[in-house]
């Protein structure tokens, strides 16, 4: 789909980028206790869980979830003010 104009901006859809694109976003930090919080309630799995028991996996420590990482690139695509039309993702 082609680009359109929205708000004095070019409205974007995702078939209007790249492969290789770069764009500058924000930054958001995780410690460990947010991301034990997050496998808690949402990816109970050892690694995400428990430092120890992640030495011993490919991982060799504690690893965020792809579905915490997932949504933090969401809110950080979301909040780094790129025109996408309609929303990022859907429709």
């Known amino acids: ?3 359109t ?8 859809f995702l078939d209007d980028l790249s492969v290789g694109q770069k764009f500058i976003s ?12 997050f496998a808690r309630e949402f ?5 995400h869980l428990d430092d120890a028991a992640a030495k011993e996996t490919l991982f060799e420590g ?5 579905w915490h990482t997932a949504a933090l690139t969401m809110k950080l695509n979301v909040q780094s003010g790129l025109p996408f039309k309609g929303g990022i993702v859907g429709a």
């Open 43 to 47: 990816d109970p799995q050892g690694f």
């Open 26 to 37: 924000g930054t958001h930090a995780l410690d460990a206790a947010q991301i034990i919080a």
């Open 1 to 3: 789909m082609a680009s």
């Open 5 to 12: 104009e929205e708000g004095g901006r070019q409205a974007l």
């Open 62 to 66: 504690l690893a965020a979830s792809g």
